[in-house]
Nanobody, 126 residues
Framework: EVHLVESGGGLVQAGGSLRLSCAAS????????IGWFRQAPGKEREGVAC????????HYADSVNGRFTIFTDNADNTVYLQMNSLKPEDTAVYYC???????????????????WGQGTQVTVSS
């Protein structure tokens, strides 16, 4: 069974940085994608950054491209989201998600998730 455990949210001033972590376990092949999603109050969940391994593909939402980076540490099966130049509009609950047999782009654009973490709050003050 797949498990996703997130950490790293918090409060930061505009222009600051945060790094989120998603410890993943339980995958039986490399045909999956992991992504970071966010949901602000009154808004739908949106894909922020997603990566698939087979096929290899990385996708970023236009709103974060150039500011956020998703990367994987294979040594401990952790997927990170490095968030720089944070803006107040980045404030949301951030979720780590995983989906089987999909691509990074499809996962983010269509908000596809077979498994979800518990969510972590990110608040950016102006």
């Amino acid at each position: 069974e797949v498990h996703l455990v997130e950490s790293g949210g918090g409060l930061v001033q505009a222009g600051g940085s945060l790094r989120l972590s998603c410890a993943a376990s339980g995958f039986t092949s490399d045909e999956y994608a992991i992504g970071w999603f966010r949901q602000a109050p009154g808004k739908e969940r949106e894909g922020v950054a997603c990566v698939s391994y087979n096929p290899s593909e990385t996708h970023y939402a236009d709103s974060v491209n150039g500011r956020f980076t998703i990367f994987t540490d294979n040594a401990d099966n952790t997927v990170y989201l490095q968030m720089n130049s944070l803006k107040p509009e980045d404030t949301a609950v951030y979720y780590c998600g995983a989906a089987i047999r999909t691509t990074g782009q499809a996962m983010c654009v269509l908000v596809i998730g077979d498994y979800w973490g518990q969510g972590t709050q990110v608040t950016v003050s102006s």
